[in-house]
């Protein structure tokens, strides 16, 4: 991978201004800890979970500061990242436990052709100084055979709780860079770590709350970190990305990516919306905030409505060429086949290699089973009131 100080063609400078957004994510910060803290005696593990919030929210503050120092730094340092043209990026959405991982992880797999973000940038490195920073830390950890990664993978065994069932990988794996939205405080699924911060509602449709306009502004800062995240790829490089949470942003995100192509991942909502709880109950465990689950199933069973809302009046509006509704069922019986669809569909042209690794992963992915169990809640995901709430899409359908 290489930087380039000025792309050879490019959009307009990104004029987003950085103070309104660094004030508003110190703020949020700040109301989210004295939320947090003032709702300690609400866990049911009130002692483990102070002692979590005493080592959290001190660290988040941190690293929330360190990233808008960097990002002041990008500024004076690499100009050109404000430059880089986002040329119709990849998008894999779909509401939460309907195969978006999985799709995003193959395609990943067709690097010379798109870029994708590790969980590690995601997380520690939205700025392009910290992510020259830790790739240059790497590369010295690989020359001395790579005790930091071991110790990481271990460290991540460790801590990874009941995410192994419901979202196994680790920080080297392609991510969700929907956590791209961290340094402002715009991201949606901090909320199950943090109940008592309120914040967050107005980026979930579905709730009273929402609001399009704030939304519109995250999305901006979103597409702000893009650029830096394409400026150390070189130029010409391609983003591919994964965010469950967008297909309930579909009103407003053309709007910002107007030649993006859309690929969004469904399942039948009487077992994703089970399963999407269910992965809720075990985050909140994992963060010392069990007992508080029901208070999050109502905005989550909102959110997964607006989810497949949405994508139901999308379907079959936008051209094929820049919209298809991928079913997770495919997705695990006949992955090569959906790949080299979307393909052909959206004009890509994989290499032979990753074709063949397409192939090696179709045969893993028939076989694959989810170790993650969960049950349905009769009295609100009964068939009659699914079918109400969450339109079926052809791809969303129960198969007989």
Known sequence: MRAHSE????????GLSLWPYCVQGMKEWWNLSLASLSGIRKSNTPVRRLLWLLFVLPAGFLL???HWVCFWIDDLLF????????????????????????????????TPEFVTSPAWEVFLAPTVVQKKILRFLLRIDRTIGAPGRSLVRWLERKLSGGFDQTHPGSLADPEEDYFYLLPAMACTGIALAFPDWTGFRPLVPGLPEASREDRRRALAFYRFCLRKQLYLAGPGARLLSKNASYS???DVLPELFPDAQWIS???DPAKAVPSMLSTADTAMSDF?????????REWLRRSMEAHYQIISRLSGTLPETSFQVVSQTDLNVRLEQVLDSLAQTFSWHPEEHVRNLWASK????????SPHTYSACPDQLGRTS???????????????
């Open 79 to 110: 100009p050109g990242a404000r430059l880089v043209e986002l040329h119709r990026p990849v998008f894999v959405l779909g509401p939460p436990r309907c195969g978006t991982t999985h799709l995003h992880r193959m395609l990943a797999l067709n």
């Open 265 to 267: 991942c469904m399942r």
């Open 7 to 14: 792309p050879a063609q490019s959009d307009a400078r990104d």
């Open 362 to 369: 179709a045969e893993t992915s028939r076989a694959y089973t």
């Open 248 to 250: 309930s942003w579909m």
């Open 288 to 296: 010392f905030v069990s007992g508080r689950e029901e208070e999050s």
């Open 386 to 400: 699914v079918q109400e709430a969450f339109p079926l899409t052809p791809a969303t359908a129960p198969r007989p």
């Open 64 to 66: 929330l500061l360190s």
